[in-house]
């Protein structure tokens, strides 16, 4: 079985970067067909996917949001998965969630931004 485990909390000011982790166990994410996305979860809010990368690298998505300020990157030795995140705004407050394939999900990890 797939485990998820995000890590990377933290409280930053605005404009501020920070960088998640997801460590994979169980499977290498290089396996065919997963695709490892980042999602989270504002307070009082729906889920947000925030960005997704596939299992070859070939493609990558980013929501709307936050395109241009977070970068979904890989380490395939490591097995781990990393969302960079600049520029921070306080919208971007929420839980953050490692994702596989919409089956397995981590615990989350809580990122707040404010001055």
């Known amino acids: 079985q797939v485990q998820l485990q995000e890590s990377g909390p933290g409280l930053v000011r605005p404009s501020q970067t920070l960088s998640l982790t997801c460590a994979v166990s169980?499977?290498?994410?290089?396996?065919?067909?997963?695709?490892w996305s980042w999602i989270r979860q504002a307070p009082g809010k729906e889920r947000e996917g925030v960005s997704c990368?596939?299992?070859?690298?070939?493609?990558?998505y980013y929501a709307d949001s936050v395109k241009g300020r977070f970068t979904i990157s890989r380490d395939n030795a490591w097995n781990m998965v990393y969302l960079q995140m600049n520029n921070l705004t306080p919208e971007d407050t929420a839980v953050y969630y490692c994702?596989?394939?919409?089956?397995?999900w981590g615990k989350g990890t809580l990122v707040t931004v404010s001055s």
């Open positions: 994702n596989m394939n919409s089956i397995y």
């Open positions: 169980g499977d290498s994410i290089t396996t065919k067909y997963y695709y």
């Open positions: 990368i596939s299992y070859s690298d070939a493609s990558t």
